[in-house]
């Protein structure tokens, strides 16, 4: 148990709708990291917090947006669902700061856009 | 663009045997090397890490080696026990930012 959690595991919608996915770090974790993984990728950062701020943005759609809240807890929200946003969407956490810390990554919510 | 390849999506190894599990980079701003270990349905579990000033790093069974002239880093795991049978997956970091994963190498040991 990586101390991660994430909420829903399961998530099956239709095309045009909207999800929201939640990501609670590890206690004491600043930073919170965002990835999908879709069938033929690996894991693709989409975007990060820290300590309530925006970090680093990477491969994340216009459709989706993300917020980290005062007690760190974070949410990534995709709208307009198509059925290529279908993926596991893992959320990470690490200490944060200006040097490396070692993620740890919840277990994952499966999207089913049908 | 993929900044770090893994080029072997499967490998095989006999149970005893060495596995070794190869990624390259391109983006020389790396500066954290890791690799993550998945089983289905989970999350990718920390496996072992290597900074750029090291070229060598062990814990255990596993050994990860980093050429920075090649950009190529490389796990060793030996020996290699059934248990060990999972989706290995490389990543890198610059500056302690977000990690850039390969696609993932998945390993079967055999009995």
């Known amino acids: 148990d990586s101390g991660v959690t994430q909420t829903p595991k399961h998530l099956i919608t239709a095309t045009g709708q909207r999800v929201t996915l939640r990501c609670s770090p590890r206690?004491?974790?600043?930073?919170v990291y965002w990835y999908q993984q879709s069938l033929d990728q690996g894991l693709q950062f989409l975007i990060q917090y820290y300590n309530g701020e925006e970090r680093a943005k990477g491969n994340i759609l216009e459709r989706f947006s993300a917020q980290q809240f005062p007690d760190l807890h974070s949410e990534l929200n995709l709208s307009s669902l198509e059925l290529g946003d279908s993926a596991l969407y893992f959320c990470a956490s690490s200490e944060g700061g200006p040097s490396y810390n070692e993620q740890f990554f919840g277990p994952g919510t499966r999207l089913t856009v049908l | 663009d993929q900044q770090v390849k893994q080029n072997s999506p499967s490998l095989s190894v006999q149970e005893g045997r060495i596995s070794i599990l190869n990624c390259d980079y391109t983006n020389s701003m790396f500066d954290y090397f890791l690799w993550y270990k998945k089983y289905p349905a989970e999350g990718p579990t920390f496996l072992i890490s290597?900074?750029?000033?090291?070229d060598k790093n062990e814990d255990g069974r596993f050994t990860v080696f980093l050429n920075k002239s090649a950009k190529h880093l490389s796990l060793h795991i030996v020996p290699s026990q059934p248990g060990d049978s999972a989706v290995y997956f490389c990543a890198a970091s610059a500056a302690g930012y977000a990690l850039n994963f390969g696609k993932g190498t998945s390993l079967l040991v055999t009995p």
């Open positions: 206690s004491g974790d600043l930073s």
């Open positions: 290597i900074s750029s000033i090291k």
